[in-house]
């Protein structure tokens, strides 16, 4: 019976030490800035599958408490269907203009470049693939893009993201107290990012 | 022209076809099921791998499209035999004239020819400079006419194409608009088709999910049904029957909607 109850007790202190350890690193590493906020794209509103139909949540861009916020829109360009029409770089419902295409972009800062792949067909400009580039330096993270390439409009290759150089870190972050997804999180950086980090010159 | 929706049809699946009397075929993730022109449920049978494509033949016969290949069931249900390593991808849609057999490889964003034998003949679709359809949506969809002219839908340059069965592209009707219900809306429609009397094209759109026929030179003849699928629709499955029956799949609740022209 001592014996139980002594193995107990050395397996709780070994617990209770674990935990604190574990803490401890998590404070020491949020420090150094390597725990970071982050959005989960699988969450948040604008790229969450199965809710269409709805407003873009603009609350990354409201919130933060930097400038023009430290969210962006990322296109995962692998993932993107090179479209003619792309419903995240056109507003697909506006009327359509001379060259059959929407006559008015979505995105309010005109942050995205629409460029052709390859030689275009002059006489079917449709008979070509496109890139859809974002700049970041006008992007806000305003969502409405994101929103837009989400299926089934769009393949959802437009996610939004924390960028970490513009991100303050703040403990108590105003995006994920009133994201309605609960899609900010804080969590170790991303071991991509590191490795974009390490790569990039200092 | 207006059109009004006669029933609905639970066939747990999304991929349908008609055969003989006008019996639906519904094809879903692991059977396929049967249901005669009035939807009573006749027969139904498993499949293999999950479903992207069905076509009954002339002799009856019942063609599923699957991941990189096409099983072959008698009409009861008995299988015949598998045609493996037909295409890379999915096969997304079948189609037969005389002693052709045509297979969509969404992949290869082509449609492949073959003989009856499984004889390769050849490629259509890939003679462009995107070298192949558009097809961001994941599906390619096709339907043969009477005459053997091929009218396959291209949705990222929304068009439904006509070709030759030799790879021809012969023309082409279609065009965006994103307010006129005559125009292909989004980024990438129509994505299915069906083929009907005197040339006409049932087409149905993601993305604002609708059903709608057009005539042979593109012109719309009726909205068959908008507003009543899911939203989340993509893809969803057309197919006529001998009586002008418009059957669509609803690919989020796994149902098929059956219109019928009102008189």
Redesign the interface.
């Known amino acids: 019976m001592s014996k139980d109850v002594s193995r107990r007790k050395a397996l709780g202190r070994m617990a209770t030490a674990a935990g604190m350890g574990g803490a401890a690193l998590y404070l020491v590493k949020k420090a150094q800035g390597q725990i970071v906020w982050q959005i989960d794209s699988a969450k948040c509103l604008n790229s969450r599958?199965?809710e269409?139909?709805v407003k873009a949540c603009d609350l990354c861009l409201k919130e933060c408490v930097v400038t023009r916020s430290a969210v962006r829109a990322v296109n995962h360009c692998s993932g993107c269907?090179?479209?003619?029409?792309?419903?995240a770089y056109f507003?697909?419902?506006?009327?359509?203009n001379r060259e059959?295409?929407?006559s008015e972009k979505l995105c309010p800062r005109d942050a995205i470049a629409r460029k052709p792949i390859?030689?275009i067909?002059p006489g079917d400009p449709?008979?070509?693939?496109y890139e859809y580039i974002i700049d970041e330096t006008k992007c806000d993270g305003c969502g409405k893009c994101a929103m837009a390439c989400k299926?089934?409009?769009?393949?959802g290759s437009i996610v939004l993201k924390v960028r970490h150089d513009l991100c303050v870190n703040c403990n108590k972050c105003a995006i994920s107290t009133s994201c309605p997804k609960d899609a900010f999180f804080q969590g170790p950086i991303p071991r991509a990012v590191l490795e974009q980090q390490e790569q990039s010159p200092a | 022209m207006k059109y009004h929706q006669l029933g609905v049809v639970h066939g747990d699946g999304s991929i349908i076809g008609i055969g003989p009397k006008d019996h639906l075929h519904v094809a879903g993730k692991s059977r396929v099921k049967v249901f005669d022109a009035g939807g009573t449920p006749q027969r139904s049978w498993e499949i293999s791998r999950p479903a992207s494509a069905i076509a009954v033949a002339e002799d009856g016969s019942v063609w599923v499209g699957q991941a990189a290949q096409v099983e072959i069931f008698d009409s009861a249900g008995k299988r015949k035999g598998t045609w493996r390593d037909v295409v890379h991808g999915d096969v997304t849609a079948i189609g037969f004239f005389q002693d052709s057999v045509l297979v969509a490889d969404v992949k290869d964003r082509a449609i492949r020819h073959y003989d009856r034998d499984f004889k390769f003949r050849n490629v259509i679709g890939k003679d462009?400079?995107?070298k192949g359809f558009?097809v961001?949506?994941g599906s390619l969809d096709f339907s043969v006419d009477a005459a053997g002219t091929l009218h396959a839908a291209n949705p990222?340059?929304?068009?439904v194409e006509r070709y030759s069965l030799d790879g021809k592209l012969l023309g082409h009707v279609g065009?965006?608009?994103?307010?006129d219900p005559a125009?292909f809306?989004?980024?990438?429609n129509p994505t299915n088709l069906a083929l009907g009397p005197h040339g006409w094209i049932y087409v149905t759109e993601?993305?604002g999910?609708r059903a709608k026929v057009l005539d042979r030179d593109g012109k719309l003849v009726a909205v068959i049904a908008d507003g009543l699928f899911d939203?989340?629709?993509?893809n969803m499955d057309i197919a006529l029957d001998s009586r002008g029956r418009v059957y669509v799949a609803d690919t989020e609740k796994l149902d098929v909607f059956v219109f019928e022209e009102a008189a």
């Open positions: 599958l199965g269409v139909g269907g090179r479209c003619n029409i792309c419903p507003n697909v419902t506006s009327a359509v059959g295409l929407p390859g030689a067909d449709a008979n070509n693939f299926e089934p409009a769009g393949l | 462009n400079l995107t558009l961001p949506n990222g340059k929304h068009r065009r965006f608009d994103g307010q125009g809306t989004g980024c990438c993601k993305a999910p939203p989340a629709c993509k």
